[in-house]
């Protein structure tokens, strides 16, 4: 009887310890194939970059290849997307960017959740922004460039990897703070983008300096000033935006590792204890700073925590308001929503033109007709627009009415047409010639009090629409006089 109760006993031990005994064989055989890094941007940029340098590594570690794969599009988030659906097995990597945490409140819908659909690994790195320009434009400073971009309004682009990015929020932050008359041209990566400042097509961007380090060191590209407290030590001879004078100038991003939720967790620990080793070895650490980035390598909790805390804090929270104060013209009763203000979008993607008619029907609940104004010649990306906003329009019961504008007398009858009737709003396409006559377009809608949206935030600086910010706190700065905190 006591050698069956000791062979019981015996059993039951050894089926307790089988799990444990599965966990750690499985993460002692793993990888026993090759492993996909998925990087969600074009080649040579800073996730880019930083991802081939330690995907060597790891091959050299366990033995087994890590090989990047450069799927871009949708400022990352196509290639997130793919990352997202793929098995939780250990075999697909997402070497993310800050546009991660960013994309989600820029795009109407993207292909994956932040934090649903991934466990972190380790947030790896981090690298400060540099604002540089090409060599052939006429400013050695920040100063130059601002009095060079008032001189001549209209005439200058600023190159951005794609919407949603760190850069291009610290691109608009610069446009939007200075209230400088600049478009923002999104590429599909960092690459793109700085070959296209190098050609001349655009003539200023802001990039992460691990990006553009090789063509600022060649003279290919002429740097400004760089984002952070203090310069980088790859660039030591170029003065922070504080140092310039435009200390609100702020833009730091970094690089994380990611991989599909239900990755097991032993697989998890394997790799973040690599990664830390990686950042750690003598000639990482004394490479990493050549390429402009600074060694983090925290633990899963924390990343998981930070992830979190910036998809609440990068955030692009916008309020639409129109002439003066909504409120007082009777507009809407008030611009608070539960959890916050309108938030979500910008007028940076064609996708958001859906988002645009959500907003007008919020600030205007009987909003039955929606007037769409624009100008054919200068708004080629039209059609593209129009279908997001016909498909919002649909759901909430509202027609839509398109009218071309060639000049003032059109401006003004569409809206004199817009008001005559009942429950209309206007909707105004952003373009160049909207631009130029953007303040007669807004006296028009003041003065037959009708609800509007346009799209650029610089129409606020002539009494337009939106207040918006880089973070929560500095949009409700700008907004206060229209929201009671």
Avoid: C
Wanted: proline letters at 7%.
């Amino acid at each position: 009887m006591k050698l069956l109760r000791r062979h019981f006993l015996y059993l039951a031990a050894s089926a307790a310890v089988l799990p444990v005994a599965a966990h750690v064989a499985r993460a002692q055989a793993y990888p026993a194939r090759a492993v996909r890094v998925i990087v969600p941007f074009a080649p040579g940029g800073l996730t880019d970059v930083f991802a081939r340098l330690a995907a060597q590594k790891l091959t050299e570690h366990f033995g087994r290849q890590f090989y990047v794969e450069n799927i871009s599009g949708g400022s990352g988030n196509i290639g997130t997307g793919q990352a997202a659906r793929s098995a939780p097995d250990g075999y697909t990597l997402l070497f993310a960017y800050t546009s991660h945490v960013v994309n989600p409140s820029v795009f109407a819908k993207i292909p994956y959740h932040p934090i649903k659909d991934f466990a972190p690994v380790t947030l790896a790195v981090g690298s400060a922004t540099v604002l540089s320009v090409n060599p052939s434009l006429p400013a050695g400073t920040v100063k130059e460039l601002v009095a060079l971009i008032r001189a001549n309004p209209g005439k200058y682009n600023i190159a951005s990897p794609g919407a949603g990015t760190t850069t291009l929020l610290t691109g608009e932050q610069f446009r939007t703070s200075l209230a400088l008359d600049v478009a923002q041209v999104p590429f599909s990566g960092a690459g793109p983008a700085i070959a296209s400042v190098i050609a001349g097509h655009t003539q200023i961007m802001f990039s992460a300096v691990a990006s553009a380090a090789a063509q600022i060191k060649a003279g290919q590209l002429r740097p400004l000033a760089v984002t952070g407290k203090t310069r980088s030590a790859m660039l030591p001879e170029v003065p922070t935006t504080t140092e310039a004078g435009y200390p609100d100038i702020e833009g730091d991003g970094w690089v994380g590792v990611l991989v599909p939720a239900g990755t097991p967790k032993e697989i998890i620990t394997s790799l973040h204890h690599e990664m830390v080793r990686i950042i750690a070895l003598p000639d990482v650490k004394e490479r990493l700073p050549t390429l402009g980035f600074e060694p983090i390598g925290n633990t899963p909790e924390e990343f998981e925590a930070q992830i979190k805390t910036e998809i609440d804090s990068r955030s692009v929270p916008i309020v639409f308001v129109n002439v003066a104060d909504p409120i007082s013209q009777g507009f809407v009763s008030s611009l608070a929503r539960p959890g916050g203000n309108v938030t979500g979008f910008t007028s940076l993607e064609f996708s958001m033109g859906g988002k645009w008619i959500e907003v007008l029907k919020e600030i205007s609940p009987s909003l039955a007709r929606a007037s769409i104004i624009f100008n054919p010649p200068t708004a080629p990306y039209f059609d593209s627009f129009m279908r997001s906003m016909e498909a919002a329009a649909s759901s909430l019961a509202v027609k839509l009415v398109v009218t071309p504008v060639a000049g003032p007398g059109d401006i003004e009858r569409a809206i004199a047409a817009t008001k005559s009737e009942t429950n209309a709003g206007l909707v105004v396409v952003p373009s160049a010639f909207v631009t130029i006559h953007r303040e007669f377009i807004i006296a028009q809608a003041a003065r037959h009090r009708l609800p509007a949206i346009y799209g650029f935030d610089y129409y606020a600086a002539s009494g337009g629409l939106i207040a918006y910010g880089i973070d929560v706190r500095d949009m409700y700065a700008r907004a206060a006089r229209y929201v009671s905190l």
